[in-house]
Every structure is written in structure tokens, then in C-alpha cells.
């Protein structure tokens, strides 16, 4: 229950903070998208903070022989940069700059202006089925870390 909580709270205060920050509403993101036009660069302090914020909690995290509240760490594996990894962020990025979205602030979105990222969310599911038709990767796309001593 406690995972449970915990993880809705953290849902709660990141989906807050897509708003506060108006990642939520394409325009901005994409004057920010815009270097070489009307660039608007605020969204880069959204980052500078996200970077503070989380910096402190993965030293936290090195530092701990598993989660508070998990048995382990889920830390991807792999860190070859191979084709579907390319492809993959290549339509993460195409899709974010032609509409100013991507899946955090979409579902976050859909609280505020329900129908146009709805049409959003839709593509993004049908986009998650579809790449379930695809080979699947050699290797597992990720593993439990392996447990770190508290002294590493």
C-alpha cells in the first residue's frame, strides 16, 4: 500500500510540476523547440531544475543497497546505441517537435485540455502497439542492477 501511495504521490507532484512549468502546453514547447526562429529559451530552466532535484536523489540512490520501499534497483543494462534505440528517439523526437508533446506532459495535459491530447495519448498508444509487432531485441531491454555495497 505504502508503494502504492508513494507512487501516486510522486505521479501527482510530477504531473504538477509539468503544469507549473507549462510543459503542458505545446506552444511553449515548441518556442522552445524553435532555436532558429522565435526561440524561447525558459524551458531550459524547467531542466537546470529537474537536474538539481534529481542529482541529489541518484547520489542517494549509489549510495543505498536497495530501495526504500523495492527490492531492488531497475537500472537499464544495456548502453550500446544500436538502430532501434536511434529510431525509437528519433520518433520521440519528431512527434515532440510537430505537436509540442510528449507522454509525461500529454497525460498531464489531459486534465487541463482533454481533447487535443487525447488525440495525442491515442497516437501514443497505438504507437506503443505497434512497436509490439516488431522483432523483439537481442538481448533483454534491461535487467535488475546487480546490488551495490553501501560503501561503493
Avoid: H, N, T, Y
Amino acid at each position: 500500500m505504502a508503494r502504492v501511495l508513494l507512487a501516486l504521490l510522486s505521479g501527482l507532484v510530477f504531473g504538477a510540476g509539468l503544469v507549473v512549468s507549462q510543459m503542458v502546453v505545446p506552444a511553449k514547447v515548441l518556442g522552445f523547440l524553435d532555436i532558429f526562429g522565435d526561440w524561447d529559451p525558459s524551458l531550459a530552466l524547467v531542466m537546470i531544475g529537474a537536474i538539481l532535484v534529481a542529482a541529489p536523489a541518484f547520489a542517494l540512490a549509489r549510495r543505498m543497497e536497495r530501495p526504500w520501499l523495492g527490492e531492488r534497483f531497475e537500472i537499464p543494462a544495456r548502453r550500446e546505441i544500436d538502430r532501434r534505440l536511434l529510431a525509437g528517439a528519433a520518433v520521440f523526437g519528431i512527434g515532440w517537435g510537430l505537436v509540442g508533446l510528449c507522454p509525461g506532459p500529454a497525460l498531464a495535459a489531459l486534465a487541463l485540455a482533454p481533447a487535443p491530447a487525447l488525440v495525442f495519448v491515442a497516437a501514443m498508444v497505438a504507437g506503443m502497439l505497434l512497436l509490439r509487432l516488431m522483432p523483439a531485441p537481442r538481448s533483454a531491454p534491461s535487467a535488475a542492477a546487480p546490488k551495490r555495497r553501501a560503501d561503493a
